[in-house]
């Protein structure tokens, strides 16, 4: 008989292989582990470039619409600036033609009433513009003169071709340059508009007279007269 040695269990053998695996699966589970572990630590470390970068298009986005907006609204502002600036030269045409027709039917007007201005005038002067007929010279003249007709033209003044009309010329020694000697009829204007010229008579210097001789010569008469006459030889 075989005798067994008491406090020793036979254990059944147990292949090297399965000891070997044992041993490595610990370790494989604590490769997974390590792998799982850095893989949430890989993604939360790629989440904030990510969002910087949707961020930044954003951005550039935004910029770009900023800009369209800005040059929308420069091309807006440039085409109300010339709108209004049409505008208020149309304004301004408009008031002047306004202003030149108002002008033209007034100086039609007052043209076919010349005529009876200078009848009233060589009234005047001839001391005939009394009673009934001096009210309604007045009245008419008052009138004319609200609707902006001017008369011009004086003696003495100096020829322009603009506003006077020369029906006469002589020479006269005590003239320096052409000048109006005599009124035949007064010019009449509208503002900056004449409606007709002065019909004037005019005087030019003596030809080959020096200016300033007529005075000169009037001025040796008159010391010789005051030294008793001129010196006889």
């Given amino acids: 008989m075989t005798e067994e040695t008491p406090g020793f269990d036979e254990q059944p053998d147990v292949p090297s292989d399965a000891t070997s695996d044992a041993a490595s699966k610990p370790d494989a589970a604590k490769g997974a582990g390590s792998a799982d572990a850095a893989g949430p630590a890989a993604s939360a470390g790629d989440a904030p470039d990510a969002g910087l970068d949707e961020k930044a298009q954003h951005d550039v986005a935004?910029?770009?619409?900023l800009?369209?907006?800005?040059?929308?609204?420069?091309?807006?502002?440039?085409?109300?600036?010339?709108l209004q600036a049409e505008y208020q030269n149309y304004r301004r045409r408009v008031e002047r033609d306004r202003v030149t027709v108002k002008e033209i039917a007034a100086?039609?007007?007052?043209?076919?009433?010349l005529p009876v201005l200078d009848d009233v005038g060589r009234a005047r002067e001839h001391g005939e513009l009394v009673g009934g007929f001096k009210s309604?010279?007045?009245?008419?003249?008052?009138?004319?003169?609200k609707m902006g007709l001017q008369q011009f033209g004086k003696e003495g003044?100096?020829?322009d071709p603009l506003i006077h009309e020369a029906l006469m010329h002589s020479y006269?020694?005590?003239?320096?340059?052409t000048t109006c000697v005599?009124?035949?009829q007064p010019g009449y204007r509208i503002g900056e508009r004449t409606i007709r010229p002065a019909r004037v008579a005019v005087a030019e210097?003596?030809?080959?007279?020096?200016?300033?001789?007529g005075q000169a010569g009037k001025g040796d008469d008159a010391s010789d007269e005051e030294n008793g006459g001129p010196d006889e030889g």
């Avoid at 039609?108 to 009433?113: G, I, P, R, T």
């Fill in 62 to 65: 935004l910029t770009a619409q």
């Fill in 67 to 82: 800009d369209q907006v800005r040059t929308a609204l420069n091309e807006r502002t440039a085409d109300l600036q010339r």
């Fill in 107 to 113: 100086a039609n007007l007052l043209s076919e009433l």
């Fill in 136 to 145: 309604v010279a007045e009245s008419l003249e008052t009138v004319v003169a």
């Fill in 157 to 159: 003044e100096p020829f």
């Fill in 172 to 177: 006269a020694p005590d003239v320096t340059e």
């Fill in 182 to 184: 005599s009124i035949l």
């Fill in 205 to 213: 210097p003596q030809p080959g007279a020096t200016p300033g001789s």
